[in-house]
């Protein structure tokens, strides 16, 4: 019993430790992630030939099972960003709705655009859009930058080939198509709820409007809205028909080479390589020659990131090998906290040290052992759960986050502001995701 005592100490001290050094001496989460992995396995009493051996092999499988889809995400965002096909899009969405419904406008674009770009980018890149509809409409800032941030930060907690769920799909061995399809069904309640909470105490907040000119680009040097919104539609169609075909086992039998199609083409790192091929009709003649550096910056990009995840594969790695996971499973195992348990590691590290991708990354590396005693370990079960650490990793945006101040710098609000409606909408959005999974779960039992 001492010895279940010590490993849910050092369990205990180790996130403890992660927090505190990323958000309150702000060092790099890699080497945040390293320190603690190496610190659990010294004190854990391993030896320290084994040490060295669990941080490589924790790094590798990261890197094997998700690093392409981490690069080839950043990369199709880049192009679409660099070519001006994230303002087509925007564009053609306002046609649609009009701008008297803005909030509605700007929230379906952030929800599109999501998919492919980070959605700290996402803001950034659609901020001039958003200071344009505000001078042109009676809406506020604070509604349309919160209804834009949620959008976007809807899709990128529960959707891959963002890092953070798609690391946890690596270290819990889900599957990439699944937890794709319903991530994106959860995403669009997560999405209604942060635009319901943004609109109605958005326009309660006292707000002068004091943005810059903004100076959108000529709607001539823009790609065709159709040819803007196919690299983002694409890969997610062929995905979710390897989905849908593996449902039905009797097509490998009548349509052997169709169903051998289907599923290559299917494959997320192949159907995201072919969105990147799609983008490249993207390009105008004096876009090719920037191209080799917006490949370059992509990758640049996508290292830290990189770097991150498999840092948490190593921490991971770590506790399942010094057994730390499996006492905690013990201790647990009178406890029905079920699917609620990922949540709530996953709200407790995202509050505490703000981003959301490490706080899904740690909860993976902690979760992961003690699937089967919390009754996840069937293949829904496993979706579920991977997905209830994405609900988590939502609760709460706050100043600690990077994001929070993204989009109060380039929306000019007051901190108190972007705190009422942004991060309160946050709240609420990771909480009726999670509300969702249970009833899914209770379903499916």
Same mark, same amino acid.
């Given at each position: 019993?001492?010895?279940?005592?010590?490993?849910?100490?050092?369990?205990?001290?180790?996130?403890?430790?992660?927090?505190?050094?990323?958000?309150?001496?702000?060092?790099?989460?890699?080497?945040?992630?390293?320190?603690?992995?190496?610190?659990?396995?010294?004190?854990?009493?391993?030896?320290?030939?084994?040490?060295?051996?669990?941080?490589?092999?924790?790094?590798?499988?990261?890197?094997?099972?998700?690093?392409?889809?981490?690069?080839?995400? !950043?990369? +199709?965002? #880049?192009?679409?960003?660099?070519?001006? *096909? %994230?303002? @087509?899009?925007?564009?053609? &969405? $306002?046609?649609?709705?009009?701008?008297?419904?803005?909030?509605?406008?700007?929230?379906?674009?952030?929800?599109?655009?999501?998919?492919?770009?980070?959605?700290?980018?996402?803001?950034?890149?659609?901020?001039?859009?958003?200071?344009?509809?505000?001078?042109?409409?009676?809406?506020?800032?604070?509604?349309?930058?919160?209804?834009?941030?949620?959008?976007?930060?809807?899709?990128?907690?529960?959707?891959?080939?963002?890092?953070?769920?798609?690391?946890?799909?690596?270290?819990?061995?889900?599957?990439?198509?699944?937890?794709?399809?319903?991530?994106?069904?959860?995403?669009?309640?997560?999405?209604?709820?942060?635009?319901?909470?943004?609109?109605?105490?958005?326009?309660?907040?006292?707000?002068?409007?004091?943005?810059?000119? !903004?100076? +959108?680009? #000529?709607?001539?040097?823009?790609?065709? *809205? %159709?040819? @803007?919104?196919?690299?983002? &539609? $694409?890969?997610?169609?062929?995905?979710?028909?390897?989905?849908?075909?593996?449902?039905?086992?009797?097509?490998?039998?009548?349509?052997?080479?169709?169903?051998?199609?289907?599923?290559?083409?299917?494959?997320?790192?192949?159907?995201?390589?072919?969105?990147?091929?799609?983008?490249?009709?993207?390009?105008?003649?004096?876009?090719?020659?920037?191209?080799?550096?917006?490949?370059?910056?992509?990758?640049?990009?996508?290292?830290?990131?990189?770097?991150?995840?498999?840092?948490?594969?190593?921490?991971?790695?770590?506790?399942?090998?010094?057994?730390?996971?499996?006492?905690?499973?013990?201790?647990?195992?009178?406890?029905?906290?079920?699917?609620?348990?990922?949540?709530?590691?996953?709200?407790?590290?995202?509050?505490?040290?703000?981003?959301?991708? #490490?706080?899904?990354?740690?909860?993976?590396?902690?979760?992961?052992?003690?699937?089967?005693? $919390?009754?996840?370990?069937?293949?829904?079960?496993?979706?579920?759960?991977?997905?209830?650490?994405?609900?988590?990793?939502?609760?709460?945006?706050?100043?600690?986050?990077?994001?929070?101040?993204?989009?109060?710098?380039?929306?000019?609000?007051?901190?108190?502001?972007?705190?009422?409606?942004?991060?309160?909408?946050?709240?609420?959005?990771?909480?009726?995701?999670?509300?969702?999974?249970?009833?899914?779960?209770?379903?499916?039992?």
């Amino acid at each position: 019993m001492s010895s279940t005592y010590y490993q849910l100490f050092l369990l205990i001290a180790s996130i403890a430790f992660i927090v505190w050094i990323t958000a309150y001496k702000k060092v790099n989460a890699f080497f945040a992630l390293l320190a603690a992995a190496l610190a659990v396995g010294i004190l854990s009493g391993l030896p320290l030939d084994n040490i060295a051996t669990t941080l490589k092999t924790g790094f590798g499988h990261t890197m094997e099972k998700i690093g392409l889809l981490i690069i080839l995400g !950043t990369t +199709l965002g #880049v192009i679409l960003e660099k070519t001006g *096909a %994230t303002v @087509s899009m925007a564009n053609a &969405i $306002l046609k649609m709705v009009k701008e008297k419904n803005a909030p509605a406008a700007i929230a379906l674009t952030g929800f599109i655009i999501g998919f492919p770009i980070f959605c700290d980018s996402g803001f950034i890149i659609l901020s001039g859009l958003n200071h344009s509809l505000v001078k042109k409409t009676h809406y506020k800032m604070p509604v349309m930058a919160a209804v834009l941030a949620t959008s976007l930060y809807a899709v990128h907690c529960l959707v891959p080939p963002h890092p953070g769920i798609t690391a946890a799909i690596g270290t819990t061995g889900g599957d990439v198509g699944m937890v794709m399809l319903w991530g994106m069904l959860l995403a669009v309640p997560a999405a209604l709820v942060g635009y319901i909470w943004s609109v109605w105490r958005g326009k309660k907040i006292a707000h002068e409007y004091t943005g810059p000119e !903004t100076v +959108l680009p #000529v709607a001539d040097t823009l790609p065709s *809205a %159709t040819l @803007s919104f196919l690299p983002v &539609i $694409l890969p997610i169609a062929l995905i979710a028909c390897k989905s849908v075909t593996m449902l039905s086992p009797h097509t490998a039998i009548t349509f052997p080479t169709v169903y051998k199609l289907i599923t290559f083409a299917g494959e997320p790192v192949i159907a995201l390589t072919i969105g990147v091929i799609v983008s490249f009709t993207l390009l105008r003649r004096n876009n090719k020659k920037e191209l080799s550096h917006w490949l370059t910056d992509s990758v640049e990009k996508a290292g830290m990131i990189l770097a991150i995840i498999a840092a948490g594969g190593m921490f991971g790695e770590m506790l399942q090998a010094t057994g730390a996971g499996k006492h905690l499973g013990d201790m647990l195992s009178g406890l029905s906290l079920g699917i609620f348990f990922p949540f709530l590691i996953a709200a407790i590290l995202k509050t505490a040290q703000g981003s959301s991708t #490490v706080a899904v990354i740690t909860a993976a590396s902690l979760v992961t052992p003690l699937l089967a005693h $919390l009754g996840l370990q069937s293949p829904a079960g496993l979706t579920l759960a991977i997905l209830s650490m994405g609900a988590g990793s939502m609760v709460i945006s706050h100043a600690n986050d990077a994001y929070f101040w993204v989009i109060n710098r380039f929306s000019n609000l007051e901190t108190a502001a972007t705190l009422k409606v942004y991060s309160l909408a946050t709240l609420w959005m990771g909480l009726t995701v999670q509300l969702l999974i249970w009833i899914l779960f209770m379903l499916l039992k």
